[in-house]
């Protein structure tokens, strides 16, 4: 079973207030997104031909418990089903209390330098 983890340090950058997703001083829900994701391309990490990426396509997130700031926080991602080009992921969040928040995660293999060539045609059309 393939895992992933990814850790951070809630700081004035990652916080509700400072990404606009809210007022408070708490970890923002969008950075729990960010951190769910680096988990889950961790688990990834040395799997993948050179010149692929996944790119995020699907995520439904609860987001349970508020993180002051100065707290440590981690994701756990957990592969559990792969079809073709497509990556399923289970991931838990913490902090140094508990459990914050939980997810599932769809991720989706491309060549990178296509994807990226795509992505800039947008810009003549």
Excluded at 66 to 75: D, I, K
Excluded at 98 to 106: F, M, S, V, W
């Amino acid at each position: 079973m393939q895992t992933g983890k990814a850790e951070w340090i809630v700081n004035d950058k990652n916080t509700a207030s400072s990404m606009a997703s809210g007022q408070l001083s708490v970890f923002a829900t969008p950075a729990l997104v960010a951190l769910m994701e680096q988990a889950a391309c961790n688990a990834l990490a040395g799997t993948l031909e050179e010149g692929v990426s996944t790119v995020g396509a699907f995520i439904s997130v609860e987001h349970l418990s508020a993180t002051p700031l100065g707290m440590r926080v981690w994701a756990e991602a957990t592969l559990t089903a792969q079809e073709g080009r497509v990556y399923d992921f289970t991931i838990e969040a913490y902090d140094e209390a508990g459990l914050i928040g939980r997810a599932t995660h769809k991720r989706v293999a491309v060549k990178s330098a296509r994807f990226l060539e795509k992505a800039e045609a947008k810009k003549n059309a």
